[in-house]
């Protein structure tokens, strides 16, 4: 059998209204100066606002850093890090969105907490520094980053994309709560949808397949094939949407404990040099 060093070391709470735990999760990883950084979408959806009133109530101090595009790029990264600085002494990041905002929150902690440039952490394991205790708050069932210790970022100028990974940057806690992701867009979830069904299905077949992640993309393949067509069809169904948040945790969650294959091979030239966006790229290369 293959060998394999499983290091699971994330709090994951999941069901319908546990956003509500966001305060207390918080407290417990003694946040109390606290960098929300989200995108335009989830603020103009309301999402946002939900976290937001959960931190007020538990009355921590937060600061909200929406300017995440998709795709991050190195400029995300250094504006995310700029607003930080100039507010001083966080201590705690919330990342709260799409793969592109928990990616950026992570971009964010290696350069808040090592210094230096986003290329300086390309590969694994290359902060030397403690990094801050961060929580992951998906609102798509798609990359499943906040299961995994990289951050996808592109640089800015050359639109390479690094993978820049390293235990210290995975969220310690992640809330999966499906009742963030009814609002999303019909197409938005299609898009992500077949992300995670290609993180499934590539994690399983690839080299580096070994008996963890096959664990993991096997109950998320099982999760996602068989509640895809519904949450599609009707995005009220909350069974539907519950599966698809956790098989899309599951398939994450496999990707780190292995890699990917093909698919994403083919898609992730597209997203880099056209912009098209990683999703249907994905669905493409399949
Ligand atoms: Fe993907």
Known sequence: MKAFDFYPTARVVFGEGTLAQLGKLS????????????DP????AGLADRAIAVLQRASLDFFVFDS??????????????????????????????????????????FILTNNG?????????????????????????????????????SDAKTHVKMACGDLKARFRSV????SLTESVPENVAAAAGIDAIAHAIESYVCTRRNAVSMMFAQKA?????????????????????????????FAGAAIENA?????????NPLTAHFGITHGVAVARGN
């Open 175 to 178: 809330i999966l709560d499906p």
């Open 221 to 249: 393949w099982q999760l996602l094939s068989s509640s895809f067509e519904s949450v599609l069809k009707d995005a009220s169904d909350n069974e539907a949407r519950s599966k698809m948040l956790l098989g899309a945790h």
């Open 68 to 109: 995440v595009g998709e795709n991050p790029t190195t400029a995300h990264i250094a504006a995310g890090v700029a607003f930080a600085k100039a507010r001083g002494n966080i201590d705690l990041i919330v990342g709260m969105g799409g793969g592109s905002a928990m990616d950026c929150a992570k971009g964010i902690n």
């Open 41 to 44: 979408g989830i603020v103009s």
């Open 27 to 38: 407290e417990e990883l003694d946040g109390s100066r606290i960098l929300f950084v989200t």
């Open 117 to 153: 440039q986003m290329e300086d952490y390309w590969g694994m394991g290359r902060a030397t520094k403690p990094m801050l205790p961060s929580i992951g708050i998906p609102t798509t069932a798609g990359t499943g980053s906040e299961a995994q210790s990289y951050a996808l970022i």
């Open 259 to 267: 890699m990917l294959g093909a698919a994403h091979a083919c898609a």
